[in-house]
């Protein structure tokens, strides 16, 4: 019996095609990686200086009253854990986007119960859902800060 098994000629347009497709996705995952690493920087680095906002304003009353800690000290935590998670996904995004779509998920919850943040709610909705893909794109791109190698 004889079986080809070689592979189909492809026309030369079809390979330019693919090549294209491949370059906008890496820049794709390359916007959400570098997002991903600097939004939760910048966002926990800012919880030592509310220059952005006054942080203490967005945790949920619930939540306050049970915290052993005052507010101030556990945002000054939750800057600690962002900035961990943002080193995170600039090593292994493959991990790190899963984990910052996790503490978003978090923060959503909260915004909920604190009730007059829906609006934000909803943005960091959109940005666990940039999170997500993040961590799907990095199964076939990851390739963290170490490394750089060619996707």
């Known amino acids: 019996m004889n079986v080809n098994t070689q592979a189909p000629i492809r026309h030369p347009a079809s390979l330019v095609e ?16 570098w997002g991903y690493v ?3 920087a910048v966002a926990g680095a800012d ?3 509310n220059l952005l906002t006054n942080w203490d304003k967005y945790l949920a009353a619930p939540i306050e009253n049970v915290l052993p800690i005052s507010t ?3 945002m000054g935590i939750v800057g600690i854990v962002e900035l961990a998670a943002a080193l995170l996904v600039l090593l292994k995004p493959k991990i790190g986007a899963y984990v910052v779509a996790a503490w978003l998920a978090g923060i959503i919850v909260n915004l909920v ?6 609006d934000v709610a909803l943005r960091d909705f959109g940005l666990f859902l940039g999170a997500l893909a993040l961590g799907r794109l990095s199964h076939e791109l990851d390739h963290g800060i170490a490394g750089m190698r060619k996707a």
């Open 18 to 33: 693919e090549a294209d497709t491949r370059h906008h996705v890496k820049q794709a995952y390359e916007l959400l990686h």
């Open 38 to 40: 600097v939004a939760p």
């Open 47 to 49: 919880k030592f200086f």
């Open 72 to 74: 101030r000290s556990f």
């Open 113 to 118: 119960m604190v009730g007059g943040y829906l």
